[in-house]
Nanobody, 124 residues
Framework: QVQLVESGGGLVQAGGSLRLSCAAS????????MGWFRQAPGKEREFVAT????????YYTDSVKGRFIISRDNVKNTVDLQMNSVKPEDTALYYC?????????????????WGQGTQVTVSS
């Protein structure tokens, strides 16, 4: 498994930007597709974005398409989530996750390594 640590969360005004980062250690980072999930109070953890092992393919949930960008650096062993034009409904605890699957996967069950999460709060 790979160990994951998120950073970059905080308080941001609606319409602003925030960049989350996830640092990975352990086994070869390039063997994992990576994803970002989020969980708002009282709600289930939901898929946000995923990126393939090479970084050439990405997929987003509809509510963040055109606003969020997922990227990775297989030399630095990091995966980032650039959040632009944020909205109050983006407020949540954001988790970084890793999966061994070879295709892009949006299901929580496919991911076998998780970070502890970083809080994002968007004020209106």
């Amino acid at each position: 498994q790979v160990q994951l640590v998120e950073s970059g969360g905080g308080l941001v005004q609606a319409g602003g930007s925030l960049r989350l980062s996830c640092a990975a250690s352990g086994r070869t980072f390039g063997n994992y597709a990576m994803g970002w999930f989020r969980q708002a109070p009282g709600k289930e953890r939901e898929f946000v974005a995923t990126i393939s092992r090479s970084g050439r393919s990405t997929y987003y949930t509809d509510s963040v398409k055109g606003r969020f960008i997922i990227s990775r650096d297989n030399v630095k062993n990091t995966v980032d989530l650039q959040m632009n034009s944020v909205k109050p409904e983006d407020t949540a605890l954001y988790y970084c996750a890793a999966t061994n699957t070879v295709y892009l996967d949006t299901s929580r069950g496919a991911y076998n390594s998780w970070g502890q999460g970083t809080q994002v709060t968007v004020s209106s």
